[in-house]
């Protein structure tokens, strides 16, 4: 296992990271609990969940529930030293997250500390803003995305807020270092400038989407990643398991997440046929496992700082953790490129 820098934290976290949102719907806490003993065991330092989690799907009965299935691992394994813990604090839009309003300083103290109980810890190591007041283009929402309807004021004292009551409780050692989640460009580098500004604490890393269906990343935010020290946390890199393959020709695979979320957040539509098709090809044409070229490909990106897996069954645990001993020749990364360069943009 290989492992990247945080940051400038001074944080070391293996390059696969074990996403958690399956948790507490399609796993019980004995599978989780089974897949954090096998991920460490693997090398895997790295575990990341939030607040809102599970996902799959989303309700008021089941909110925390993964967290605190990560908190009786800590309890019963006594390795919490050993993992670097990231989680997040939800947005707007849930009436049982905070009455769903929007993130604010009173709300950030209350899940850092709603968090923490849960989780049977008493720091988090990276702390995330699960997605920005002002809205995103994630989640499909780049197709109708419009930025001239942001409030720049209002936005740039609300980077300064949550940076100052993140400030104050890594002072307080209740997180150690902070991340964002669904964030652009600009937003990132407000951040940062906000942050170097006051003396506040610096973005260490963004957790977006990115997978070979989807890599808006390569372009502005890597050039953020490069000169800033901002590494990727890429999220869905199978596309929300897309690109296995197991949805092609309309199939849906009984307990699979398509068969519980519908459209996989607008992922799983026609677009995205024929590239996954190309994609299926390359990898069967080298010798390799769908999964684990795509997985493999995203470990290649300069900006990449970890990749979150996830998984609901243990066969679909070790096939994405051995991804990182994939190592994709030429004539894959080239096979890759030509897919990309006809399918630029598929979900």
């Known amino acids: 296992m290989k492992y990247n ?29 089974e897949q954090m003993d096998y991920a460490v065991d693997q090398g895997v330092n790295f575990f990341d969940t939030a607040e809102l989690y599970p996902t799959t799907p989303v309700s008021a009965e089941t909110q925390g529930r993964t967290e605190d299935y990560i908190g009786t691992w800590f309890q019963k394994s006594g390795k919490r030293k050993d993992i670097v813990l990231a989680t997040k604090v939800a947005g707007s839009g849930r009436d049982y997250i905070r009455n769903g309003r929007e993130i604010d300083a009173a709300g950030i103290r209350e899940a850092v500390d709603t968090s923490l109980s849960r989780l049977k810890t008493d720091y988090i190591d990276l702390y995330q803003i699960h997605w920005p007041n002002r809205g995103t283009y994630a989640f499909r929402g780049n197709w109708n995305f419009d930025a001239s309807r942001q409030d720049k004021v209002k936005t740039l004292e609300e980077i300064t807020e949550k940076l100052q009551t993140l400030g104050e409780l890594v002072k307080a ?46 372009l502005d935010l890597a050039e953020v ?102 190592v994709l020749s030429d004539e894959a990364l080239k096979g890759i490129a030509d897919i990309h360069r006809q399918y630029p943009m598929a979900i």
């Open 5 to 33: 820098n945080l940051g400038r934290t001074g944080i070391s976290v293996s390059e696969i990271c074990l996403g958690t949102m399956t948790w507490g719907t399609q796993n019980t806490e004995a599978e989780a609990h």
């Open 173 to 218: 050692g209740k997180i150690r270092a902070i991340g964002l989640s669904n964030e652009s460009a600009w937003g990132t580098q407000k951040f940062i400038d906000i942050a170097e500004a006051n003396g506040l604490p610096r973005v260490a890393s963004i957790q977006n989407e990115y997978n070979l269906l989807y890599r808006p990343y390569d």
């Open 225 to 326: 990643s490069h000169h800033e020290d901002v590494g990727l946390l890429a999220y869905s890199p199978l596309a929300g398991g897309i690109l296995t393959g197991k949805y092609q020709s309309g199939a849906r695979p009984e307990g699979s997440r398509a068969s519980i979320n519908g459209d996989i957040g607008g992922r799983l539509q026609p677009l995205q046929e024929a590239p996954v098709k190309a994609c299926l090809e390359l990898a069967y044409e080298h010798g390799i496992d769908p999964a684990q070229l795509a997985l493999a490909f995203c470990l290649t990106r300069p900006f990449m700082a970890s990749v979150i897996i996830g998984a609901t069954t243990m066969e679909q645990l070790k096939t994405d953790i051995a991804a990182k001993d994939v």
